[in-house]
Structure formats: C-alpha cells, structure tokens
C-alpha cells in the first residue's frame, strides 16, 4: 500500500489525513444503475416472496421532513431498548444518512434517545456537541465538521442533521437536550491538546511532564496532519513512547483529587478520558492490540453512557461492520454488556451509486468520486431482500424459524456488501463478505437504491 502523502500527492491534495480520511475531490449527484430490478431467480420461490412480503415492514419516506407514523413498528421493534445501533454497506450512500437521521429523529420524539454517537474522533466531536447546544456560533458547522477530518462525515446529511439537533435543542422547553457525539480514537492531537490545557493553569509539573512525555506521539495537527508515522516507529521507541504516555495517565489518576478540587469533576473526566484517548491511539498505531479500535470504539460508548444521565438512551451511528455481532466487532463487545437492551440494525441496498476513494487495478488510491454498481449478484442476501417489490423497508430477523423452505435462504451464509472508504471498481467481489445475517444484525434495513453523498468543502479549524 502505498504512503498516504504518495496517494495524496497523486490526487492533487495536501497530506492532511490517513488513507481512511482522504479528502474529496469534486462529488457528483447523479442518479446511475438500472432504471428497473431485475426479474426475480428461479432461486426466490414464490414461498420466500410471500414470507418476506409478510415480514418486511416497508416505510414511505427517508426524509426527516415528513410524518413519522409510517415508523411506528420500528418503534415496537425498538421497545424498551436503551441502545440502537445503526449500521451501513457503504460511508457515502446519501439514503442511508437520510435514514439514520430520520430513525434519530423518531426516537428522539417518540422513544426519549437523548445520546446521539458516530464513527467519529472524540475530542473533535465534543465541539460539535458545544455547537448543538448553542455554545458556539452558528457560522462554524462546516468548520467543525472539517474538523472531524474524515470526508465520510464532511457531508450536507450530517450537516443537516447537526442543524437538527441544534434546533430540537433551542426548541425543547422542559425536554432533556440532545447531545452529539463520537466514540472513535484514530487521532490524538486534540486529545494531547486537551491535557495540556487542563493542567497548564493548575498543575505546573504535570503540565510539563505531559508536554515533555508526549513528545514522543506523532500526533495530528487542527487539519488532522500528522508530523510522522508512528506505526512505521521502531519496537523499541514504541515501547519508550508507551511508558511515557502511561506515565501521564497514571499522574492524572492518582492526583484525581487534587485536580478535580482545583477544576471540577467534569473537567478532569475529560482530561482523563484524554489521556485514555491517546493510549487507545498508541496501542492502534502500534498495533500491540488485536481489534484494538473496534474495542476502544466500544470502551468509548460505554464512558460516554456512563457520563450521561441515569438511563439515558443511545443511538450509535456506524459502518455495518464495527454495529455487528461479529467476534471483534464494536457491535460484539456491547453486545456482551447490554445483551438485548440493544438493538443492532444494519443497512443494505442493491444497486445505485455511493461515494468513495477509488482503488485501482494497481493497489494505488486515486481520488474521491461516486461509484456505481448493478444489481446485487444471486449469491447475495440483497438479491434476495429486493424479491419483496419494496423500494424500502426493514426485516426484524429475530426469533426467525430458519429451518423452512421459505427462510432457510436467510441462515446463510450468503455474500452481504460491505463498502468502507475506498472501492476498488475493477473488482468488486472484494466488496462482499459472508456472512449469516440474522448473527450480525437483529434488524436490516434495505435500500432498492443507493445515492451519493454530497461532499461538503473542507474548512477545518485553524487551531483545536
């Protein structure tokens, strides 16, 4: 794989970012794929079609903008759960952003969710978070969002949906207001920042025992630059940095209560919480902990419920990879804490177009752009979930009886898609997993069609 100032210098851009967060070139809007689905396989028996016509619950609409009944049997399937966890098959379908949002916008209103969290830097979110409860002005949305530094979130929905917020939270009255959030660790720079700024004013020695033992970290800058690659650092002065940055976290720890009477309990949680952060961060970069993100996404979820009201409920907005039940995954390690008081939803579509970073024959990236694909392929589970005639709808897969002829198709294991960042349109087989659907996901929700993201301007903030 090639350097990510290399993949940047081929697609005319600025090193500001990972391979992950590559910043976007020029993003159609165009609509692409079939006009019309195909017709159905002899494989889809006319029993499958009448099952999933009996169980698919269909919904009008993904815009925020219209009447929310046509969503009252997601409520049903949500019930009591405290956490929702929202998956998707690609980082750039516009549909599924609209979707998200609008299942957001449902459970606020109808289900009192008060805690929203995405895929997204921490300490970066917690402005976003300022700018929804009005703490800071409203000509900085695209600034922050910049800020996040991946392009996945630099979008008009997220955008939107932070307006959303924003506005549910001017207009509340008496109601709880709706917190934005992100549980991700992949940069430390304003996490560092954090510390230092916490004990710069109260704690001296600290201070300078912070700047000095994280001099080590290659830490990213505002626009998310990094000053070197820390995962390319040798054992050795890994092992060195790892103590160093211990050593920071362990003095917050044992003078806690020194710190917390010289600030407040608030600020020193999140001082502390930052120093957690760039641990999490060392342990990714070096990679001396497998899944070590998937865990730490999972460790941040639970912090941020636990500094939350008493029984506060949460969305969480993911790929469909890190919300699954799969062995590693974010999704599991929750799992494993809130059994069925979560509810894990994943999304899919069959055919259309989707924002992403282009693989080429090669192996090299080459720059930001919608995608588009065909039908789903007839080993597919999308193939399938299309049979219903449904543009849209949602299938709760649990307590399905698999063993008959018209729901053994849904045991599997079948091809699912899976599109992260970057798409490789010479071949798109390596875009499918397989998988048993109903062990990854309590619900899926499809998409006949999928549309690119619009990608916003990146505007990041001068300083954290």
Same mark, same amino acid.
């Given at each position: &794989?090639?350097?990510? #100032?290399?993949?940047?210098?081929?697609?005319?851009?600025?090193?500001?970012?990972?391979?992950?967060?590559?910043?976007?070139?020029?993003?159609?809007?165009?609509?692409?794929?079939?006009?019309?689905?195909?017709?159905?396989?002899?494989?889809? #028996?006319?029993?499958?079609?009448?099952?999933?016509?009996?169980?698919?619950?269909?919904?009008?609409?993904?815009?925020?903008?219209?009447?929310?009944?046509?969503?009252?049997?997601?409520?049903?399937?949500?019930?009591?759960?405290?956490?929702?966890? @929202?998956?998707?098959?690609?980082?750039?379908?516009?549909?599924?952003?609209?979707?998200?949002?609008?299942?957001?916008?449902?459970?606020?209103?109808?289900?009192?969710?008060?805690?929203?969290?995405?895929?997204?830097?921490?300490?970066?979110?917690?402005?976003?978070?300022?700018? /929804?409860?009005?703490?800071?002005?409203?000509?900085?949305?695209?600034?922050?969002?910049?800020?996040?530094?991946?392009?996945?979130?630099?979008?008009?929905?997220?955008?939107?949906?932070?307006?959303?917020?924003?506005?549910?939270?001017?207009?509340?009255?008496?109601?709880?207001?709706?917190?934005?959030?992100?549980?991700? &660790?992949?940069?430390?720079?304003?996490?560092?920042?954090? /510390?230092?700024?916490?004990?710069?004013?109260?704690?001296?020695?600290?201070?300078?025992?912070?700047?000095?033992?994280?001099?080590?970290?290659?830490?990213?800058?505002?626009?998310?630059?990094?000053?070197?690659?820390?995962?390319?650092?040798?054992?050795?002065?890994?092992?060195?940095?790892?103590?160093?940055?211990?050593?920071?976290?362990?003095?917050?720890? #044992?003078?806690?209560?020194?710190?917390?009477?010289?600030?407040?309990?608030?600020?020193?949680?999140?001082?502390?919480?930052?120093?957690?952060?760039?641990?999490?961060?060392?342990?990714?970069?070096?990679?001396?902990?497998?899944?070590?993100?998937?865990?730490?996404?999972?460790?941040?979820?639970?912090?941020?419920?636990?500094?939350?009201?008493?029984?506060?409920?949460?969305?969480?907005?993911?790929?469909?990879?890190? /919300?699954?039940?799969?062995?590693?995954? &974010?999704?599991?390690?929750?799992?494993?804490?809130?059994?069925?008081?979560?509810?894990?939803?994943?999304?899919?579509?069959?055919?259309?177009?989707?924002?992403?970073?282009?693989?080429?024959?090669?192996?090299?990236?080459?720059?930001?752009?919608?995608?588009?694909?065909?039908?789903?392929?007839?080993?597919?589970?999308?193939?399938?979930?299309?049979?219903?005639?449904?543009?849209?709808?949602?299938?709760?897969?649990?307590? /399905?009886?698999?063993? #008959?002829?018209?729901?053994?198709?849904?045991?599997?294991?079948?091809?699912?898609?899976?599109?992260?960042?970057?798409?490789?349109?010479?071949?798109?087989?390596?875009?499918?997993?397989?998988?048993? @659907?109903?062990?990854?996901?309590?619900?899926?929700?499809? &998409?006949?069609?999928?549309?690119?993201?619009?990608?916003?301007?990146?505007?990041?903030?001068?300083?954290?």
């Amino acid at each position: &794989m090639p350097r990510i #100032t290399e993949v940047l210098r081929r697609i005319g851009q600025r090193p500001t970012v990972s391979v992950l967060a590559i910043l976007s070139l020029a993003c159609g809007d165009q609509q692409s794929g079939p006009a019309a689905p195909p017709p159905p396989s002899p494989g889809v #028996t006319p029993e499958i079609v009448q099952w999933l016509r009996l169980n698919a619950v269909s919904f009008e609409t993904v815009d925020v903008r219209q009447d929310r009944t046509d969503l009252d049997e997601l409520g049903d399937i949500v019930g009591d759960a405290r956490i929702v966890a @929202l998956g998707e098959a690609t980082h750039g379908t516009r549909e599924f952003f609209a979707m998200k949002h609008r299942v957001l916008d449902y459970l606020v209103q109808e289900k009192g969710f008060t805690l929203f969290a995405m895929e997204a830097t921490w300490p970066e979110m917690n402005r976003i978070d300022d700018w /929804v409860k009005g703490r800071r002005d409203r000509s900085e949305a695209e600034v922050l969002l910049s800020g996040q530094y991946f392009w996945t979130w630099r979008t008009a929905a997220v955008l939107d949906l932070m307006t959303w917020a924003r506005d549910y939270n001017e207009g509340r009255g008496a109601a709880q207001a709706v917190s934005v959030l992100g549980f991700d &660790m992949q940069f430390p720079g304003m996490a560092i920042h954090n /510390v230092l700024a916490f004990l710069g004013p109260i704690d001296p020695a600290g201070a300078s025992l912070a700047t000095a033992n994280y001099d080590c970290m290659d830490a990213n800058d505002s626009h998310g630059l990094f000053s070197g690659s820390y995962r390319d650092r040798t054992i050795i002065y890994q092992s060195a940095c790892r103590s160093n940055v211990d050593e920071v976290f362990d003095h917050l720890s #044992t003078n806690r209560g020194a710190l917390e009477a010289a600030s407040s309990a608030e600020a020193f949680a999140l001082a502390l919480q930052s120093a957690r952060l760039v641990q999490q961060f060392e342990d990714h970069a070096a990679q001396r902990v497998p899944g070590a993100r998937d865990l730490y996404m999972a460790e941040n979820t639970e912090w941020l419920l636990e500094q939350a009201a008493p029984g506060t409920k949460a969305v969480l907005w993911a790929h469909n990879f890190h /919300v699954s039940d799969t062995p590693g995954a &974010m999704g599991s390690h929750l799992r494993t804490s809130h059994g069925s008081d979560m509810v894990v939803m994943g999304f899919a579509f069959d055919r259309g177009s989707f924002t992403a970073v282009t693989i080429d024959q090669g192996g090299s990236f080459s720059g930001l752009t919608s995608h588009s694909v065909g039908a789903a392929p007839d080993d597919s589970y999308e193939f399938f979930l299309r049979a219903t005639g449904e543009p849209q709808f949602l299938l709760d897969m649990r307590g /399905v009886e698999l063993g #008959t002829s018209a729901t053994s198709w849904l045991a599997g294991p079948r091809r699912f898609r899976s599109i992260g960042c970057c798409y490789a349109p010479s071949d798109p087989s390596r875009h499918f997993r397989s998988e048993r @659907l109903p062990g990854q996901f309590d619900v899926v929700i499809f &998409m006949e069609r999928s549309n690119p993201t619009v990608i916003l301007p990146f505007v990041p903030p001068d300083e954290f």
